[in-house]
């Protein structure tokens, strides 16, 4: 059970492990783009390419879908970012249980948007947990684990790739440990508990009091999607880069304090921000340098919300 690109891996590596997999269970459809054309999910077409049944309800908590499921009679049920909560029926029916393959250190970011908030928090480093899938969220008793640093040059993109590919190489690896019963699994701690929920326009808004550092890490934690905004002019001002410049500002923050073909210097709660890749509203992303030769930005100008 899958349904983005993350979860791609994991179900090639265990049909490459010579596992039977007697169905896979993704998202419906979705309409995508600007002509809204319905698309399926990654995981279906990597299901299709394989010759692997599919079946997209789109309430697994339904009756008919949950006897779906399990006229199947599954032995494990694996699941990687699915994106629908398992109802108590399917959960206690697998001979082996059903396990998750979750995108962070748990029980630090539960949730659905884990990769995002890792890099916006300024962690430096996350990784992959394997789990046993319980009814409250990513609550379960760990399985398995291991950790990936967080670079400077990390974005939610890379990490993204990085992390599905760990995903498939740990549940590679857990799998013969878990079907022979070799597996000790270790409760997590509830003290330790964070969340990750996804991410809300909120979390995309800039606010130019926070430090340099700061708005960085949220640059990042949003790139490729669904990007960092502030407003300039009134409109939506999309950062698809940054990066920090640690001078102090002496400016209020959300000052434009100098322009060139190298990028516009904004001054922050502590250091500067400058931007280097950026889309005004109704047009598309641009590096800065295209940027200022064609729009009317001074220096001086506020972005943002003025306080």
């Known amino acids: 059970m899958g349904t983005p690109d993350f979860a791609v891996p994991s179900l090639e590596s265990l049909v490459r492990e010579g596992y039977h997999v007697i169905g896979v269970v993704t998202q419906p459809d979705r309409p995508k783009g600007r002509k809204k054309e319905l698309t399926p999910p990654p995981v279906k077409m990597a299901a299709q390419k394989l010759g692997l049944p599919v079946y997209q309800p789109e309430k697994l908590r339904d009756p008919e ?55 916006i928090n300024g962690e430096k480093e996350t990784g992959i947990t394997i789990m046993y899938m319980v009814k409250a969220l990513d609550a379960g008793d760990i399985i398995s684990q291991r950790s990936i640093p967080i670079t400077d040059d990390d974005d939610v993109g890379t990490m993204h790739e990085k992390l599905s590919v760990l995903g498939a190489e740990l549940l590679t690896e857990t799998m013969p440990l878990l079907l022979e019963g070799k597996i000790t699994a270790v409760k997590q701690d509830e003290s330790q508990v964070t969340y990750a929920p996804n991410i809300t326009r909120d979390d995309e808004k800039i606010d130019w009091t ?69 889309q005004p509203a109704g047009k598309r992303r641009m590096p800065v340098a295209e940027f200022v030769r064609g729009r009317q930005m001074t220096v001086g100008e506020q972005l943002g919300d003025r306080k």
């Open 65 to 119: 879908a949950v006897e779906r499921v399990l006229s199947l009679k599954p032995d494990l049920i694996v699941t990687a970012a699915y994106g629908q909560i398992l109802p108590e029926a399917i959960l206690k029916e697998p001979k082996f249980g059903c396990i998750n393959v979750h995108a962070s250190l748990l029980p630090k970011y539960r949730g659905g948007a884990p990769i995002h908030h890792a890099i």
């Open 210 to 278: 926070r430090t340099a550092m700061e708005l960085w890490n949220q640059v990042r934690g949003l790139y490729p999607w669904p990007v960092a905004f502030t407003t300039w002019k009134n409109q939506p001002f999309k950062i698809w880069r940054a990066k920090p410049v640690e001078k102090q500002a002496t400016a209020e923050p959300g000052t434009v304090v100098q322009i060139d073909e190298a990028g516009i210097l904004v001054a922050t709660g502590g250091g500067h921000l400058l931007l280097q890749e950026v």
